[in-house]
């Protein structure tokens, strides 16, 4: 296969298993709501910048990841009405956040981290597969 058709593939998965997240209610739900979320944030938006730029360096685009996620999480500190506006409704939350936590930081660090592992593993794969 090649990469780009696995990176589209696993957007497909990765997508509404994020927003699923925010919908599940059951035992460590405070957890997966906010964590597990911001874990698979930082995977889309690795798979995202690759299919976009899948020559990128594996290491660049998790760098490149974790430090706009990182001003976006810095940013939840400022309250200007645009951002607000931004901010009530589901989808606008969702991809700004409505808060800081410094705990986000731990997270995306561990989404970034399997994001380049899966990167790496794609790549790894479709030059395998191609012929000598």
């Not at 500190?77 to 901010?87: G, K």
């Not at 969702?94 to 989404?111: E, H, K, Q, R």
Request: proline share 5%; aromatic share 18%; hydrophobic share 55%.
């Amino acid at each position: 296969m090649k990469f780009r058709v696995l990176v589209i593939l696993s957007i497909l998965v990765i997508t509404p298993l994020g927003f699923a997240t925010k919908f599940y209610y059951g035992p460590g739900e405070v957890w997966i709501q906010i964590y597990a979320g911001g874990v698979l944030y930082e995977i889309f938006w690795m798979l995202g910048l690759a299919l976009v730029f899948p020559r990128l360096n594996d290491f660049a685009n998790a760098g490149v990841v974790f430090g706009v996620t990182g001003l976006l999480e810095f940013a939840q500190l400022w309250h200007p009405p645009f951002l607000e506006a931004l901010r009530s409704n589901f989808i606008g939350a969702t991809i700004i956040g409505v808060g800081f936590d410094p705990w986000d930081f731990l997270y995306y660090a561990i989404g970034c981290l399997l994001g380049f592992l899966i990167l790496r593993g794609y790549k790894s794969i479709t030059l395998k597969s191609r012929p000598s």
